[in-house]
């Protein structure tokens, strides 16, 4: 049911119980994911490098939850560690792409028609690969390795940003209050950054949560083609690479770091579109 606000006379929605349970739904494996990636050894004590040759391909219980790999470590705290490599890289990359592309985009939005014209046919060239393609060209050149996996990524979403800000930024440049500012002889730098690259941040913001889930798929997939982390670094994409010579023996090796990319992109890319429904007005 609405209530009217009063002083506007608009109709504010209160919450119902389907939208606080969509909320818990979505709430709750946000927090623990945020946990794992920030203080891991809230979930679990124990080390994700400590191995024990008793304790070998042992199957899901109650002393291990997620059961144990080929060396005895626990699968539980190396899942739970492996958070913060697989969140660093994916963040990482889409801050190094937002970042860059916002830059590229402002400049081409605001330059010259030529210029403009000339950024924009590259961007049309790189966007035709595929942004795992991209990324292996850039691994090449520089070498496998965690830092070298983000870099690779978010060199390869700049495209993405760079577009979406460029559009951004040549309907702003011709909007009316910049051509207020124009004539009250506002100068060029300070409407730049006042009115048009604060109003080019908004989506920015909602293309890089989304992007942050594309950008740990395209992690995860390096990582399994041992391009990234490398062992014994818990990182989720490295385990299920470690885990094809033992799935007969112990299928837990690659179900619960699998689960773990799958649920953390689901949140990841549900808390983005949900953002961008309610930057588009479409949520109250």
């Known amino acids: 049911m609405a209530v009217i606000d009063r002083i506007t006379d608009r109709p504010v929605s209160t919450p119902t119980r389907s939208g606080v349970l969509r909320a818990v739904v979505l709430g709750v494996p946000a927090l623990l994911i ?10 679990t004590s124990t080390s994700p490098l400590e191995s024990n040759p008793r304790t070998v391909l042992l199957p899901p219980s109650w002393e291990h939850p997620f059961g144990t790999d080929q060396i ?49 046919r590259f961007l049309d060239v790189v966007n035709a690969f595929p942004e795992v393609l991209l990324a292996l060209v850039v ?14 990524i978010g060199v390869a979403s700049i495209p993405r940003f760079a577009r979406v800000v460029r559009a951004q930024v040549f309907v702003l440049r011709h909007s009316g209050w910049v051509e207020i500012a124009t004539t009250q002889g506002m100068s060029y730098p300070r409407r730049v950054f006042k009115h048009i690259v604060p109003n080019v941040l908004g989506p920015v913001v909602v293309l890089g949560t989304i992007g942050t889930g594309t950008a740990m798929i395209a992690a995860a997939g390096l990582s399994f083609l041992r391009l990234g982390p490398q062992p014994p670094i818990p990182e989720w994409g490295s385990m299920l690479s470690e885990s094809r010579d033992y799935v007969q023996l112990g299928w837990w090796l690659a179900v619960f770091p699998g689960l773990a990319v799958l649920t953390t992109v689901a949140v990841v890319t549900l808390i983005g579109r949900r953002a961008q429904r309610r930057f588009e007005g479409r949520l109250p």
């Open 34 to 43: 945020l946990v794992a990636a920030v203080a891991p050894s809230i979930l």
């Open 139 to 152: 691994i090449a050149v520089v070498g496998p390795g965690p830092i070298n996996v983000l870099v690779a």
């Open 72 to 120: 005895g470590r626990d699968q539980l705290a190396r899942v739970v560690h492996g958070a913060q490599y697989s969140l660093s890289i994916g963040v990482g990359a889409i801050v190094l792409a937002a970042v860059v592309g916002l830059l590229i985009g402002t400049l081409s939005g605001l330059a010259p028609r030529v210029v403009d014209e000339a950024v924009t």
